[in-house]
């Protein structure tokens, strides 16, 4: 079938699902905001300029649905499809406190994919029909998230490495405050950071007297991030609230056990004891429990990794993830038919046709 993907610029786990659908014979087109060409009279373009350009693509070049990734694409594509009647599947990846926006996408969309059973619940929370809502794993590249490969260069301390986001809470607060509690560990930060939030983070590293320990290393290549991950004890990924990060699930493919709080997907991600611990959000004092835990035991450490690894490898590759989008674009466009019970024809003698056979059925 074909397909247009609709987002708001380049994202690399949009890449992979279009590759991996391209893989199971479907025709992908990716429609990016960031393509748009900047209008004649030189504004920078906006939302009715992106829906205007996916109304001119389609009206001569149809899809057979539509795909959108996070809420302004979402508004875009609903906008721009309703013309052409075209059925609209969303991932929203997460609306944040946006309920209103997640409300409104899934009541015009024909389904709505959530990443995780809590992303479910409070999409249906917030009014969203449960009857469109399916769950479908994250994606992860095990082709470049694997155990085995390159590593950053180490020092002599045991390393915890946390991911941040300035789009959403990290929680590195939190870790470095509990750094002091961990004699010869140090944290390790990857991800922009802007500049006075950096310099408020070293400030209570300094307070604290752990500034040596904490390493901010500002933005990591995707392709060196493996690396990275494969230098680390362990993952901490501990945000106050639910946020949408896979790089939790490519620290475990990368077979690094993962200490996560139990919000949002990570609890569909980290098994507890299994492939990672969990923390209750803000309970420090388990937090660095956990973590010395995880430091100070090798074989839990490696028992974690191993089934960490395998249930990424179960669950989120991408061909399996593109196997299961590939059949709830199916359900939607070719949806199974009711079965309509038979209705009982009677006999001359009153009695239902079926029953009358049933007695003269022999043992």
Request: contains cysteine; proline residues 7%; hydrophobic residues 45%.
């Amino acid at each position: 079938m074909k397909i247009s993907m609709v987002l708001a610029a380049g994202n690399p786990h949009v890449a992979d699902l279009s590759a991996a659908l391209i893989a199971v014979g479907h025709e992908v087109t990716v429609h990016s905001s960031d393509a748009l060409e900047t209008p004649a009279d030189g504004r920078e373009p906006y939302l009715g300029d992106y829906v205007d350009a996916l109304r001119a693509e389609w009206d001569s070049a149809p899809p057979d649905l539509v795909h959108a990734h996070h809420w302004r694409p979402g508004l875009a594509a609903v906008l721009a499809a309703q013309r052409a009647g075209l059925p609209v599947v969303q991932s929203l990846h997460g609306c944040g406190r946006r309920t209103d926006v997640g409300r409104l996408l899934g009541r015009e969309s024909a389904l709505v994919l959530a990443s995780c059973e809590q992303e479910m619940l409070d999409l249906a929370a917030a009014g969203v029909p449960r009857s469109r809502i399916s769950v479908v794993a994250r994606g992860v590249d095990v082709d470049l998230f694997k155990p085995h490969g390159p590593v950053f260069a180490r020092s002599g301390l045991r390393r915890v490495v946390t991911v941040v986001d300035p789009s959403s809470d990290s929680g590195v607060a939190g870790l470095v405050a509990v750094l002091p509690r961990l004699k010869d560990a140090e944290l390790v930060v990857a991800g922009p950071m802007p500049p006075a939030a950096a310099d408020v983070l070293r400030g209570r590293a300094r307070r604290l007297g752990v500034e040596e320990r904490v390493r901010l290393l500002g933005p990591v290549a995707r392709a060196d991030m493996p690396a990275l991950l494969r230098s680390a004890d362990l993952v901490a990924c501990v945000p106050d609230r639910a946020s949408w990060d896979v790089w939790p699930l490519e620290a475990m493919a990368c077979g690094v056990p993962v200490v996560a709080t139990d919000v949002g997907g990570l609890t569909d991600a980290v098994i507890d004891g299994v492939t990672g611990l969990l923390v209750p959000v803000g309970d420090l004092k388990q937090l660095i429990r956990r973590l010395r835990l995880l430091l100070d035991d090798d074989t839990l450490r490696t028992s974690l990794s191993i089934a960490a690894v395998d249930r990424v490898d179960a669950r989120h590759t991408w061909p399996d993830v593109a196997r299961g989008v590939d059949r709830l674009y199916r359900l939607l466009l070719d949806p199974p038919q009711p079965v309509r019970p038979r209705s009982s024809r009677r006999s001359a003698g009153g009695a239902p046709a079926a029953a009358q056979t049933d007695e003269n059925c022999t043992t």
